[in-house]
């Protein structure tokens, strides 16, 4: 392929969007790029500082002193907090509430969004998030919006941290799954919209690989009629 894209997949919590990213990136050569994890990254930070989430100001400030590396190892990526990998520490149930609470905040969004777009101007890469396709590369060449039923995402989550050896309750989950769709939708900066030009995929009855050659194939066809 001679032209290399950029790809933005949006989507609600618990859709797939970092399985099938790594995965697409995989098998097209591509950089992955986790903008989930960015904002998990200054939850944590926010957590262990105290930073309470109702300001704004200092949650601001604290995102632009903090750096963020994403780095490929062994097929993984590995997240960096000023220079800690703290790639385990940012999956914990406790730090997706708080990323869910420091994504509405203008400031932090503004910074971590001039970070992604510099990290993926250059092409060849597979950027995920909420907003990648409406706000953070508008002129993204394919756009994905990847969803699914509340109920299989919340089943989805819940195998995932079953695997982890994580008591949740499936229940709760479902509970915490709709509350961060009505967040995601509703926040006033960069609430989760599909663009108009996405390509809308629904995973409910799909297996992962699945949709990952639907979205190879989309991004072939796409850079041909890009040459």
Do not use: N
């Amino acid at each position: 392929m001679s032209r290399q894209l950029i790809i933005a997949i949006d989507g609600p919590v618990g859709s797939g969007k970092s399985t099938l990213a790594r995965r697409v990136a995989a098998m097209l050569g591509y950089i992955y790029i986790d903008t989930g994890a960015m904002y998990r990254s200054v939850a944590l930070k926010a957590l262990r500082r105290g930073v309470p989430f109702e300001a704004a100001d200092q949650l601001t400030a604290l995102a632009g002193e903090t750096r963020i590396d994403l780095r490929a190892q062994d097929g993984t990526q590995q997240v960096f907090l000023d220079g800690e990998d703290v790639t385990a520490a940012i999956r914990t149930p406790d730090v997706a509430q708080a990323a869910s609470k420091v994504a509405v905040v203008p400031g932090v969004r503004k910074v971590l969004v001039a970070e992604q777009r510099r990290a993926g101007d250059q092409g060849g890469v597979v950027m995920e998030g909420r907003d990648i396709g409406s706000v953070v590369f508008p002129e993204a060449q394919l756009k994905i919006f990847l969803t699914a039923s509340p109920e299989i995402r919340a089943e989805r989550r819940w195998r995932e941290h079953q695997q982890k050896g994580d008591a949740i309750d499936l229940a709760r989950t479902l509970e915490e799954i709709r509350e961060r769709d009505r967040r995601d939708r509703e926040r006033a900066t960069s609430p989760l919209v599909r663009a108009q030009d996405a390509v809308v995929v629904d995973s409910t009855a799909m297996e992962p690989e699945e949709v990952a050659r639907l979205v190879v194939m989309l991004t072939k066809a796409q850079a041909k009629g890009h040459q």
